[in-house]
């Protein structure tokens, strides 16, 4: 009996410890997440205003979290491939996408949609948004908004704009712009900012619709000047140049925004814990100053937030595609 009971005691003790060894790993990989390197993916190449920021902020969450954050640059199909990507990567926190206004625009302007980035992604913060500005030749006679939109009435459809291409961001920000004035434009796409910038500064095209970074140095060199900048506050580069709203056209706003994403499953708690320690580095020094350097703000704000920008970004950009008829490159 004596034998028996020890037995079934030490039976009993395996148990317990068995049990124990599966309760164990799930507490600690709870509590230790990160526990490797975690992905941010970029629908756009290295050096841009995206790659900018996601690198800024991944390097804010390494310093905070313990684990690298690596910036995976996945430009193609307008961003669409780095959607997809996250959309099928694993629900772990391991895989996290900075995505832009493209992530609300693309549900519009490609048929059918490639993705439902409300129902297959899960917003986790705001993290900051950079203007959209009309930059134009300097050589051009107008020098403000009000005179761009005279000119432009005066002769409908015979300005011409130039934008990184059709259904970019810019692009619909400028259609954007011209339909709240009144006046019609002509677009102009090209493939990438570069080309167009260079065609605006020689004379080819007189406007200009690009983000307040990739303009910057071409109004430092006094080859291009803006004439507003598509945003409610003034940029931080460009604090002398007028808002729309200020231009005398109060609510507008058309600005490049970023928010960070992950598939639609990750735990609630992971999403809750990245959605803080954004929120800790938005407030960073050097968050703020990167933001600032590339013409942008921080934006913090509530999950609720996030998904609430992305619902009503699709609905404007639906309703901008039908009725201008915009057909991705």
């Known amino acids: 009996m004596k034998i028996t009971f020890l037995r079934s005691g030490l039976i009993g003790l395996v148990g317990l410890l068995a049990a124990a060894a599966t309760v164990l790993p799930l507490q600690v990989s709870a509590q230790a997440y990160p526990a490797k390197p975690v992905k941010i993916v970029v629908g756009y190449s290295a050096g841009g205003a995206v790659d900018i920021v996601a690198r800024t902020l991944g390097?804010?969450?390494?310093?905070?979290?313990?684990?690298?954050?690596?910036?995976?640059?996945?430009?193609?199909?307008?961003?669409?491939?780095?959607?997809?990507?996250?959309?099928?990567?694993?629900?772990?926190?391991?895989?996290?996408?900075?995505?832009?206004?493209?992530?609300?625009?693309n549900m519009a302007l490609y048929q059918p949609a490639p993705f439902d980035a409300e129902r297959e992604?899960?917003?986790?913060?705001?993290?900051?948004?950079?203007?959209?500005?009309?930059?134009?030749?300097?050589?051009?006679?107008?020098?403000?908004?009000?005179?761009?939109?005279?000119?432009?009435?005066?002769?409908?459809?015979?300005?011409?704009?130039?934008?990184?291409?059709?259904?970019?961001?810019?692009?619909?920000?400028?259609?954007?712009?011209?339909?709240?004035?009144?006046?019609?434009?002509?677009?102009?796409?090209?493939?990438?900012?570069?080309?167009?910038?260079t065609d605006v500064i020689g004379g080819q095209v007189p406007l200009l619709a690009m983000n307040a970074l990739e303009v910057r140095p071409h109004v430092i060199s006094g080859k291009l000047k803006v004439l507003a900048v598509l945003s409610p506050n003034r940029s931080a580069i460009f604090p002398d140049v007028p808002t729309i709203a200020e231009s005398g056209f109060p609510g507008f706003e058309a600005s490049v925004w970023y928010a960070l994403m992950a598939p639609a499953a990750m735990p609630k708690a992971i999403v809750a814990q990245l959605h803080a320690e954004v929120q800790k580095a938005l407030k960073t020094p050097e968050v703020q100053q990167r933001m600032t350097a590339v013409g942008g703000e921080v934006l913090p704000g509530s999950m609720a937030m996030v998904a609430g920008l992305i619902h009503s970004e699709r609905q404007r950009y639906d309703k901008l595609v039908r009725e201008a008829g915009i057909k991705p490159d």
Do not use: W
Not at 79 to 86: G, R
Not at 137 to 143: D, E, H, L, Q
Not at 157 to 162: H, K, N
């Open 59 to 105: 390097q804010s969450l390494a310093g905070s979290l313990g684990q690298p954050f690596i910036v995976d640059n996945k430009p193609g199909a307008g961003t669409n491939i780095a959607v997809k990507q996250v959309i099928d990567a694993p629900a772990d926190g391991y895989t996290l996408m900075l995505a832009a206004n493209a992530l609300a625009a």
């Open 121 to 197: 992604l899960v917003a986790i913060s705001l993290v900051g948004r950079v203007p959209v500005v009309i930059a134009a030749n300097t050589s051009v006679p107008y020098a403000s908004v009000s005179k761009l939109i005279e000119a432009a009435k005066a002769k409908p459809g015979s300005m011409a704009f130039a934008s990184p291409g059709n259904g970019s961001t810019p692009h619909m920000a400028a259609e954007l712009f011209a339909r709240a004035a009144g006046m019609q434009l002509q677009h102009i796409p090209y493939r990438g900012g570069a080309q167009a910038i």
